[in-house]
């Protein structure tokens, strides 16, 4: 069964420090895999898209990376900033004959507080 | 519109009373999703449609919902006798192309029954 797990379920920590958010995921046949920042009250906002052959991408003080062997994915947020604060959502698609399918996890909540 | 839109944006009924809610994709966007985020969970795909061909309506949860889209324009996503169940944020997403295309989404419609 595809399935993407989200770890940890909710964060809290003080700006200006650093933080990771893991994304383990069982979906096949991989095609790519994409963390979106959604927050409150808002819709969610792609931040990367990462396919087989990539093993890190950023976007600012955002770094993804990929370990398509242990189907593991992390997004580092650096040096974090109060706008941060939101749920991040991974999303890995699977493409195969049949069309493509888009497997979500339950997203982790961030809480950067001052 | 430079992006999706959704209306209303908050909607608040009585059990048992039908709504229908609206997004508006990006134009030239072939693809349109619907889902479901109930508090503080993940994103729940209800229907999908692409081009003109059949819609996936593997997600729909009962036959009281339903969706429409003419062409590649307008969807409107319609939920009968509706119940206190259904409270929820229903999101909208376009896309281009399928396969790594990234997904762009409304600010979503609140729904909450009474």
């Known amino acids: 069964k595809n399935q993407v797990e989200q770890s940890p379920q909710s964060l809290i920590i003080l700006e200006g420090k650093n933080c990771t958010l893991q994304?383990?995921?069982?979906?096949?046949?991989?095609?790519?895999l994409r963390w979106y920042k959604q927050d409150t009250g808002r819709g969610p906002v792609s931040l990367t898209i990462?396919?087989?052959?990539?093993n890190t991408k950023s976007n600012g003080r955002y770094t993804a990376t990929l370990d398509a062997d242990t189907k593991q994915s992390s997004l580092h947020i650096t040096a974090s900033q109060l706008s941060d604060s939101a749920s991040y959502i991974c999303?890995?698609?699977?493409?195969?004959?049949?069309?493509?399918?888009?497997?979500f996890g339950k997203g982790t909540t961030l809480s950067v507080s001052s | 519109g430079a992006g999706v839109s959704q209306s209303p944006s908050n909607k608040v009924t009585e059990k048992g009373k039908d709504v229908e809610l609206r997004c508006d994709p990006i134009?030239?966007?072939?693809?349109l999703y619907w889902y479901r985020q109930r508090l503080g969970q993940g994103l729940e795909f209800l229907i999908y449609?692409?081009?003109?061909?059949?819609?996936?309506k593997s997600g729909l949860p009962s036959d009281r919902f339903s969706a429409e889209r003419t062409g590649e324009s307008v969807s409107t996503l319609t939920i009968q006798r509706t119940q206190q169940e259904d409270s929820a944020v229903y999101l909208c997403a376009s896309l281009r192309r399928l396969a790594g295309h990234e997904q762009f989404f409304g600010p979503g419609t609140r729904l909450t029954v009474l």
């Open positions: 990462m396919t087989f052959s990539e």
């Open positions: 999303v890995v698609s699977a493409a195969s004959q049949a069309g493509t399918a888009l497997i």
């Open positions: 994304c383990n995921y069982t979906v096949s046949p991989f095609s790519n």
């Open positions: 134009s030239g966007h072939t693809a």
């Open positions: 449609f692409q081009g003109n061909s059949a819609p996936d």
